[in-house]
């Protein structure tokens, strides 16, 4: 016959502690044209020149690791744990679990959402390209002489 899982955590504070620490690190890098992360300083970058087309708005949607669906999922089973005695308790785990993974995953996604922007630019060599930064920073309108700073894979649109 299977044992009820037996939790040793006195406090569910704690256990909330432990999984905020690991939804902190669900935390997104901007990706706006004025934000350089480490590894790209101190490396030459190609900056060519155009004129923006268009603007929009956009929803970036960030990638999810897992975090918040583990974290939502310990937490929920051991709430739904201490609910009822007996068998009871085994199936109220199972049951927090699954609703807390939900929940988790579902959290973690809108904490990495955030407003961008599509800047569409008229290259001075004539083609046309579109780049999706962060809204943060800098405002464009169409008819703006911009920068376009290239380098290791990426581009940012810049005055």
């Known amino acids: 016959m299977a044992k009820s899982i037996q939790f040793s955590f006195r406090s569910t504070g704690a256990v909330a502690l432990i999984a905020l620490s690991a939804l902190a690190g669900c935390a997104t890098q901007s ?8 590894g790209e300083t101190r490396r030459a970058q190609i900056i060519e020149q155009g004129t923006v087309e268009s603007v929009r708005t956009v929803t970036i949607q960030g990638d999810t690791n897992g975090v918040g669906t583990a974290a939502g999922g310990i937490i929920g089973g051991i709430a739904g744990s201490n609910v009822g005695g007996g068998s009871g308790r085994a199936v109220g785990a199972i049951v927090g679990a699954v609703a807390g993974g ?5 959290i973690e996604r809108n904490a990495s959402t955030r407003q961008g922007l599509e800047i569409t630019v008229r290259m001075d060599n004539g083609t046309l390209r579109a780049y999706v930064q962060d809204a943060a920073g800098e405002d464009f309108r169409p008819g703006d002489r911009v ?3 290239s380098g290791g894979g990426t581009s940012r649109v810049t005055r």
Do not use: H, I, L, T
């Open 31 to 38: 990706s706006s044209g004025q934000v350089y992360r480490e």
């Open 102 to 106: 939900v929940a988790g995953q579902a």
């Open 147 to 149: 920068r376009v700073v």
